[in-house]
């Protein structure tokens, strides 16, 4: 196999002008995409929300959101263009969502993945999230639960050591080449790391504990999509 000569990679916020290129990923990666007026919605409108999309040589590959309230960050999507995964793009995306995740003096984070994708959570183990609860028949397409990870303190000493232990790898890791050919999803696409459009009225407590408790009002948070359950993650 011929070498590919490797390429500029850059993390940066998403700009209206990104998302048919998202929601293009989107469609190749879920099995119920977001419209593309929901992330226009939260770009625009939504002072809780972080979306940052990756770039391969000005290309989006890749994108991932973060909702930040009460001293929580709770990943609300993530994934990698198919061609694009198994190059530790997700592993960097997912560093630079913790990091800004921290400088917003969030002091943990949390996130939803199906009990079946095995992939996606070695993944967030890897990035020390660990299970804390389960949601019953949380995704719409076919009523599987969801599996609650959460980190500990993000500021901590056990998970400021494995992030740099974490961050020092991937500086290591060999440059990025171009895309692959086609693959099947595999952990770098980590789709179910999904909250639903409906953040704010989905009922579903941001501790991530069970039995789910009511989540508090964010009257900063818009509602840019169907509510849930409707709109349920993946």
């Known amino acids: 196999m011929v070498a590919r000569p490797p390429v500029r990679l850059a993390i940066e916020p998403m700009r209206l002008d990104d998302i048919p290129a998202v929601h293009e990923i989107e469609r190749l990666s879920f099995t119920t995409p977001w419209p593309p007026q929901a992330y226009r919605t939260e770009i625009e409108s939504n002072r809780l929300a972080t979306y940052l999309v990756?770039?391969?040589d000005g290309r989006v590959v890749a994108y991932g959101g973060m909702w930040?309230?009460?001293g929580?960050?709770?990943i609300t999507t993530f994934a990698v263009h198919p061609l694009w995964r198994r190059r530790?793009?997700?592993?960097?995306?997912?560093?630079?969502l913790l990091d800004r995740a921290v400088?917003?003096?969030a002091h943990e984070a949390t996130l939803e993945v199906r009990l079946s994708n095995l992939a996606?959570?070695?993944?967030?183990?890897?990035y020390g999230f660990r299970p804390v609860g389960i949601r019953p028949r949380y995704y719409s397409d076919d009523n599987e639960d969801a599996l609650i990870m959460t980190t500990d303190d993000l500021e901590g000493p056990a998970m400021t050591a494995r992030l740099a232990r974490l961050r020092a790898v991937l500086a290591e890791a060999s440059a990025i080449e171009g895309a692959?050919?086609?693959?099947?999803a595999e952990v770098a696409g980590v789709p179910d790391a999904r909250a639903p459009v409906a953040r704010a009225t989905d009922g579903a407590a941001p501790d991530g504990r069970v039995p789910v408790a009511p989540a508090p009002s964010a009257p900063d948070a818009p509602v840019p999509g169907p509510s849930a359950p409707d709109r349920a993650t993946r």
């Open 54 to 56: 990756v770039r391969v």
């Open 68 to 70: 930040l309230m009460v």
């Open 72 to 74: 929580e960050a709770h």
């Open 88 to 96: 530790h793009i997700a592993e960097r995306l997912l560093v630079e």
């Open 103 to 105: 400088a917003g003096l």
């Open 120 to 126: 996606a959570r070695r993944l967030y183990e890897k």
């Open 180 to 184: 692959n050919e086609p693959v099947d």
